[in-house]
């Protein structure tokens, strides 16, 4: 009788704690798998930036219009600062590869076949054969979410309730934590600034110099990759545009001799996709260190700068008028020009 009883016991209480567990998951949502908002979940950490973008991306109900594709620089860019007609899905991620274009616009084709218009944001250090030489993809990230149990298996996670424990104390301060990127519910990426000194400022510049800058070596194949990614797009508009680092650290590109790969880099795009938005040189934006979290890290407001040049041109009066140049063949040569004088 009383091992009966023990066992009820503990099955009733084990329950309890299953859906107790659940509830909590369910409710602070950290992941990201579901659609409700509350004062606790506001505020996100990045966990699997890939997973959690794919599932946002598959169980989108609304149309999307414009894919908004590029590395961690790109995600900081807000699709509110797009026309609302555009309808802009933020599919950046961290680390990007330039390996992974292709399999992020077969994906964004095969969840939302009406989507118009791609917007790929390039790296130059992504052209580095040490960054490009390793096939990627997103096939493995899809086959993972795509597991049934997926979503039930995070729901009982204790590591997950971990997560949401995070989230919503940091949701509850309305803030978070500094210099880490986090996402608000919506979808938009954010950060808490810390002031920098600009020893710490050139410092973060070095350390990117000596990890991307040095016995840099242009990836032979990449013309020919962006060529498949483009053609992958099936003939969709494709707006591609250069993320701009500091000037700083553009400086020191030049002093590592790389303007020779700089240079194919440019022309390479323009020959594949027929112009390129350039935002990477010196100018009064990426000269304003204020507008960087790190060397190449730009803010909020440079991505709305951005953002506006690339719909509106050289018509997007916010914009500061040296920021931003259409590059194509008839360009191209005299903007290469003004770097072997």
Not at 270 to 276: E, L, S, T
Request: charged share 25%; hydrophobic share 35%.
């Amino acid at each position: 009788m009383y091992s009966r009883r023990f066992i009820v016991v503990f099955f009733m209480t084990s329950m309890l704690l299953v859906a107790g567990l659940a509830f909590w998951n369910y409710t602070l949502d950290p992941l990201g798998h579901y659609a409700h908002t509350n004062d606790w979940n506001r505020m996100q950490s990045v966990v699997d930036e890939r997973e959690q973008k794919i599932v946002r991306l598959r169980d989108h109900t609304e149309s999307v219009g414009t894919a908004l594709i590029g590395s961690s620089r790109v995600t900081y860019m807000q699709t509110d600062d797009f026309p609302p007609e555009w309808n802009v899905f933020n599919f950046a991620v961290a680390n990007y590869s330039m390996r992974e274009y292709h399999s992020y616009v077969l994906y964004m084709i095969e969840q939302h076949p009406e989507v118009e218009r791609f917007i790929l944001g390039v790296d130059f250090f992504k052209a580095n054969e040490a960054q490009a030489e390793t096939p990627q993809s997103i096939d493995n990230y899809v086959e993972k979410v795509e597991d049934p149990l997926y979503k039930l298996r995070h729901l009982l996670s204790f590591p997950v309730a971990r997560y949401g424990w995070t989230n919503a104390r940091w949701s509850l301060k309305g803030e978070t934590p500094p210099n880490e990127r986090w996402y608000e519910r919506g979808g938009d990426a954010i950060t808490t600034r810390v002031e920098q000194t600009e020893d710490e400022f050139l410092s973060l510049v070095e350390t990117f110099e000596q990890s991307f800058y040095t016995d840099f070596s242009y990836y032979e194949p990449y013309a020919s990759i962006m060529k498949k990614v483009n053609d992958a797009t099936e003939g969709r508009e494709t707006i591609v545009f250069t993320t701009p680092v500091s000037a700083a650290l553009f400086d020191r590109l030049l002093a590592n001799d790389l303007l020779p790969a700089y240079e194919r880099w440019l022309r390479e795009l323009i020959d594949v996709y027929g112009g390129v938005w350039h935002f990477m040189d010196d100018n009064s934006v990426t000269r304003n260190r204020s507008h960087y979290m790190d060397g190449h890290h730009y803010d909020e407001t440079v991505g709305r700068w951005i953002a506006h040049r690339l719909v509106d041109g050289y018509e997007a009066s916010d914009v500061p008028n040296d920021f931003g140049i259409y590059l194509d063949a008839t360009t191209i040569d005299e903007y290469i020009a003004r770097f072997k004088k």
